[in-house]
């Protein structure tokens, strides 16, 4: 249950795009359907951003999508707003009922 | 609307126990497998338990496993979690989740420490 690799920070500046990556095996993210993003303010709960590789729940501006490529997966947030500077989490399920989560990426908007 | 409210965080001494609770509403919890979720202070998130609609299957990360026990009363809308045998390294905010393959609904968190 090793965790998954996220660059510890990134930023942007408002209206530019921001690609947050998370990187596994093949034993979880290129061996799944079921890589999630979550969005986390300060002293927040963990918010559903996407799921599915690449669907958006129900209220979820469509200025955040996913994408996934080999054992890699990605997070795009375009038009950065304020708004968007948080923690950012993956996660894929990794077969045989386990989880697993990334470290979580810092997104600043300068 | 759809909530989820942990409750039974506390200061805990090493090696006792301590049972979590998390009440939901707003949707029908006996269809919807359950997670528990945990963040140590300034860390990630660390996925800790998971636990089928019914009950019948669950499953725990390595670093609970054998010491932390997911149950849930589908009667009560209730999930739990019995921590015994706590540790420092157990010291965090924990989450309760819904869904299986995702979590797309969160509690807000009750806060475990773990210190003599």
């Known amino acids: 249950q090793s965790a998954l690799t996220q660059p510890p920070s990134a930023s942007g500046s408002p209206g530019e795009s921001v690609t947050v990556s998370c990187t596994g095996s093949?034993?979880?993210?290129?061996?799944?359907?079921?890589v999630s993003w979550y969005q986390q303010h300060p002293g927040k709960a963990p918010k559903l951003l996407i799921c599915?590789?690449?669907k958006r729940p129900s209220g979820v501006p469509d200025r955040f999508s996913g994408s996934k490529s080999g054992n890699t997966a990605s997070l795009t947030v375009s038009g950065l707003q304020a708004e968007d500077e948080a923690d950012y989490y993956c996660?894929?399920?990794?077969?045989?009922?386990?989880?697993?989560f990334g470290g979580g990426t810092k997104l600043t908007v300068l | 609307q759809v909530q989820l409210v942990e409750s039974g965080g506390g200061v805990v001494q090493p090696g006792r126990s301590l049972r979590l609770s998390c009440a939901v509403s707003?949707?029908?919890?006996?269809?919807?497998?359950m997670h528990w979720v945990r963040q140590a202070p300034d860390k990630g998130l660390e996925w800790v338990a998971v636990?089928?609609?019914?009950?019948?299957?669950?499953q725990y990360a390595d670093s609970v496993k054998g010491r932390f026990t997911i149950s849930r009363d589908n009667s009560k809308n209730t999930l739990n979690l019995q921590m015994d045998s706590l540790r420092a390294e157990d010291t965090a905010v924990y989450y309760c989740?819904?869904?299986?393959?995702?979590?797309?609904?969160w509690g807000k968190g009750t806060t475990v420490t773990v210190s003599s």
């Open positions: 989740a819904r869904k299986w393959f995702y979590m797309d609904v």
């Open positions: 707003g949707f029908t919890f006996s269809i919807y497998a």
């Open positions: 636990i089928s609609s019914d009950g019948s299957n669950k």
């Open positions: 093949s034993s979880d993210i290129g061996g799944s359907n079921y």
């Open positions: 599915e590789v690449n």
């Open positions: 996660s894929s399920y990794a077969g045989s009922y386990n989880w697993v």
